[in-house]
C-alpha cells in the first residue's frame, strides 16, 4: 500500500473529503496492523466556516488544524468520544477533514460506523493529537485495487446550530455501503 503523500492533503478541503473515500486508514500498534476503509467523510472549511472548530479562532484544542496539512486532529466529544479529522490545506488555514465511518479491511473488531466507534475500534484517542499521517504506524493509503465509487452529498451531522453552514452539502459518503453511519 502506498500512503497518501502530504499533497493529497494540501489541497481544496472539500476534494480531499470526497478523495479520501475508499482509502484505506491504517493503524499499527503492538505488531497488529488494524485497516479500515473509509466509507464516510465531513469536510470542514476553515474559520469562515461556522460549524468548524476554527470558527472561533485558535485555541489550544484546535491548534493542530491550523498546523501543516497530513496531521490527525484528533478530540474528544460529548464527554465520551474520540473524533479524527485530517488537517487539510495550508499551514493557518485551519480546515479539517472528519472521518466518520469505516469499512472493516483487517483486524477490526466492533462497530466502525460513527467517528467514536471507528476511533475506539482502532485504538485513537488524544495521545495521536498532531500525529503525522506520514509515519510508520498511522496514515492513509491507496488501497491495492482502487474501485470505482458513487459519492452521494448530504448536510453534516449534528452542526445545526451554524445556520446556513449546516445545510451545506459537505457531508460524503459511499452509495448503498453499510457502513455508514446515518443514511
Known amino acids: 500500500m502506498n500512503k ?3 499533497s493529497f492533503y494540501d489541497r481544496d478541503t472539500t476534494r480531499v473529503a470526497q478523495e479520501l473515500l475508499g482509502k484505506y486508514l491504517v493503524r499499527v500498534t503492538n505488531g497488529v496492523t488494524r485497516i479500515g476503509r473509509i466509507v464516510e467523510t465531513e469536510a470542514y472549511l476553515g474559520p469562515h466556516d461556522r460549524a468548524a472548530h476554527s470558527a472561533r479562532g485558535l485555541t ?3 491548534a493542530v488544524m491550523f498546523g501543516p496539512p497530513g496531521h490527525a486532529y484528533v478530540y474528544f466529544i460529548y464527554g465520551m468520544h474520540y473524533c479524527l479529522n485530517v488537517v487539510t490545506e495550508r499551514e493557518g488555514h485551519a480546515s479539517a477533514v472528519l472521518i466518520r465511518a469505516l469499512e472493516p479491511v483487517a483486524n477490526l473488531t466492533g462497530p466502525t460506523n460513527g467517528p467514536g466507534r471507528l476511533c475506539r475500534a482502532l485504538g485513537i484517542d488524544r495521545s495521536l493529537n ?3 499521517l506520514l509515519s510508520d504506524d498511522f496514515y492513509i493509503a491507496n ?3 482502487q474501485r470505482k465509487i458513487a459519492v452521494v452529498k448530504r448536510p ?3 452542526v445545526e446550530y451554524a445556520g ?3 445545510r451545506r452539502l459537505l457531508r460524503f459518503y459511499i ?3 453499510p457502513y455508514v453511519s446515518r443514511a
Do not use: C, M, T, Y
Open 4 to 6: 497518501l503523500p502530504r
Open 60 to 62: 489550544a484544542r484546535n
Open 130 to 132: 498532531g500525529h503525522d
Open 143 to 145: 488501497p491495492p485495487n
Open 156 to 158: 453534516r451531522i449534528g
Open 164 to 166: 446556513w453552514w449546516a
Open 175 to 177: 452509495a448503498n455501503n
